[in-house]
């Protein structure tokens, strides 16, 4: 039996998830859940007709640019890209300037800024004080809550909604492409033991997190009844897990000055990957996560990112569903009505 049901977080920052409650989250997902199935249905849903969407760009994307940008379009809205090179950004314009400006112009505003420890989410908290408008989140440093609101979908689809008991490793893995940042391990860290789960966070020791992520992790454990520890190697995170969400990140200390010094450490973990073979130390039914970009042969092979277990595509899909959700919330002028059930 359905239920139609109505939410509104009309201006509401999406920075972090840990400024969101549980029951907060839940409808973020409800309405995304809903939002999916208008979409593959053909259903119109413009909840956002005429609204404008700033996206600004300190870094490249491929899944979050273009989710935003369908997200928006397909809820009757528009959103400008923009990259901070081509801005006044790159000849030292304040914070304070370019938040009144644009929300003066438009809605909401979405940053990705999160290469450099220390400098993204502090720069979207300086917008967001000035803003008359939602500052949304694409990826700092300290979090990706966008994606993290993915994952969470996805395991619920595929696990069901109570997530309790679940064991999730969140792994370093070796990638050569580029120093990726930290902020999708810390989300994971962060959101899902709230939701019961047990996360095993595995790395060299060179790859530890920021220490007030790994803090948050303990503490919403406690309180969410789910369990957060650290081990040393991949292995052990992985026995009898019911999802590996194996990826690559830079290291802390040096990322943002010397993004070189990350890969150059690295170099001694190729063998921390993501193989068939400890594939086999989880559970039979295990699910295979990644973000994605893939660094495919290096984080992962090829056999396990195509094989069964994995649901990479299922997990990048949703991001255009749950970026659409948190919009419309924001954003709306009016509540949202959706479905459940
Ligand atoms: N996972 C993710 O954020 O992908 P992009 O870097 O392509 O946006």
């Known amino acids: 039996m359905t239920e139609t049901k109505q939410a509104h977080f009309k201006g509401k920052d999406w920075i972090t998830t840990?400024?969101?409650?549980?029951?907060?989250?839940?409808?973020?997902?409800?309405?995304?859940?809903?939002?999916?199935?208008?979409?593959?249905?053909?259903?119109?849903?413009?909840?956002?007709?005429?609204?404008?969407?700033?996206?600004?760009?300190?870094?490249?994307?491929?899944?979050?640019?273009?989710?935003?940008?369908?997200?928006?379009?397909?809820?009757?809205?528009?959103?400008?890209?923009?990259?901070?090179?081509?801005?006044?950004?790159?000849?030292?314009?304040?914070?304070?300037?370019?938040?009144?400006?644009?929300?003066?112009?438009?809605?909401?505003?979405?940053?990705?800024?999160?290469?450099?420890?220390?400098?993204?989410?502090?720069?979207?908290?300086?917008?967001?004080?000035?803003?008359?408008?939602?500052?949304?989140?694409?990826?700092?440093?300290?979090?990706?809550?966008?994606?993290?609101?993915?994952?969470?979908?996805?395991?619920?689809?595929?696990?069901?909604?109570?997530?309790?008991?679940?064991?999730?490793a969140v792994s370093w893995a070796y990638a050569p492409s580029y120093a990726?940042?930290?902020?999708?391990?810390?989300?994971?860290?962060?959101?899902?033991?709230?939701?019961?789960?047990?996360?095993?966070?595995?790395?060299?020791?060179?790859?530890?997190?920021?220490?007030?992520?790994?803090?948050?992790?303990?503490?919403?454990?406690?309180?969410g009844g789910g369990q957060f520890h650290t081990v040393d190697n991949m292995d052990e995170a992985f026995r009898d897990a019911d999802v590996v969400i194996p990826k690559s990140w830079g290291c802390l200390d040096t990322m943002g000055a010397n993004p070189a010094e990350s890969l150059r450490i690295a170099k001694q973990y190729t063998h921390w990957i993501c193989n068939a073979e400890r594939m086999k130390l989880a559970k039979k039914d295990v699910l295979y996560m990644h973000p994605l970009p893939a660094d495919r042969g290096n984080e992962v092979t090829d056999e396990v990112i195509d094989g069964p277990n994995s649901v990479v595509y299922q997990e990048a899909e949703n991001r255009l569903h749950t970026a659409k959700a948190i919009m419309a919330l924001t954003m709306a002028v009016r509540p949202v009505d959706y479905q459940i059930g």
């Open 18 to 168: 840990e400024e969101w409650s549980d029951n907060e989250l839940d409808v973020m997902l409800d309405v995304a859940s809903d939002l999916k199935r208008k979409f593959k249905g053909r259903i119109p849903h413009r909840h956002l007709p005429d609204q404008t969407i700033f996206l600004m760009f300190f870094d490249k994307s491929t899944r979050t640019r273009n989710s935003f940008e369908a997200g928006i379009t397909q809820l009757g809205g528009h959103g400008h890209f923009l990259t901070s090179d081509v801005m006044q950004i790159s000849h030292g314009e304040s914070t304070k300037d370019t938040g009144i400006i644009l929300s003066s112009y438009g809605h909401a505003i979405a940053i990705r800024h999160d290469l450099v420890p220390g400098e993204g989410n502090a720069y979207m908290r300086e917008v967001a004080k000035w803003a008359d408008a939602p500052v949304i989140n694409m990826q700092c440093d300290v979090d990706h809550p966008c994606q993290t609101l993915a994952d969470l979908m996805t395991i619920r689809e595929l696990r069901g909604r109570n997530t309790r008991s679940l064991k999730v």
């Open 180 to 223: 990726k940042p930290l902020s999708v391990p810390q989300g994971l860290i962060m959101l899902l033991p709230r939701f019961g789960m047990e996360v095993v966070l595995a790395h060299p020791p060179e790859y530890g997190l920021m220490p007030g992520t790994v803090a948050a992790a303990h503490a919403n454990a406690a309180r």
